[in-house]
């Protein structure tokens, strides 16, 4: 694991979110749409597990367009923060000496407080939340402004991300990919192919940091 630099997914890969605070923003969001989403839907629209999240829009009559909409209309930053908790693996990230950085399609109004709220905003030398204008994974465009921000362009970088649009935005820039498989092959309804695939970042035999960045807050022991 010898690279110049790294840059890593957020959601489901370094974080995740209780299922209750997952569950209460579903039913938040079928008030506004007039629909009941079952909690094995709300968990696969959330983590966007295979084919089951547009299944599950489908079966309600709706749109992605319309979806989002609602959902970041039902959002709290502060409430999510707190929801949030830290994979104890990601220490191992934490420890790297090699600069680091997020690109992430959690939008920015939801990433600035989770990041203060965990405590592990110094850990990363840029955050790059995907948009509309930046684009959006697997389009490489975001990690290429990740890599002009870190200045490391030209040098070799891995990403890693626990979903299939990750390992494609990797590849598509250039860069190798490791998949964190989170929820688990059944769960997903497939196997995600990667350079490296592991259940943990302590699965890639990283050697002994060297320097550690600050502890983080927020973490769940045992996850």
Known sequence: MNYDFWLLDLDGTLIDIEPAYIHSVFD???DRLGCSFADREAEAIWYDLAGAA????????????????????????????????LYDDAAVIAALDDPVGIVTHCQGYLTEPVLEHLDIADWFDTVVCCD???????DPAPLQRAIGDLGVGGRSGVLAGDGPHDVGAAWNAGLDAVHVERHGHERRGGCVLGDYRVERFTDLGLSAPRRARRSPAGRRAGD
């Open 132 to 138: 509309d204008e930046i684009g959006w994974k697997p």
């Open 28 to 30: 938040r969001i079928g």
């Open 54 to 85: 547009d299944a599950a829009l489908a079966a309600h009559g709706v749109e992605r367009p319309r979806f989002w909409e609602a959902f970041h209309a039902v959002e709290d930053p502060i409430a999510r923060a707190e929801s949030t908790y």
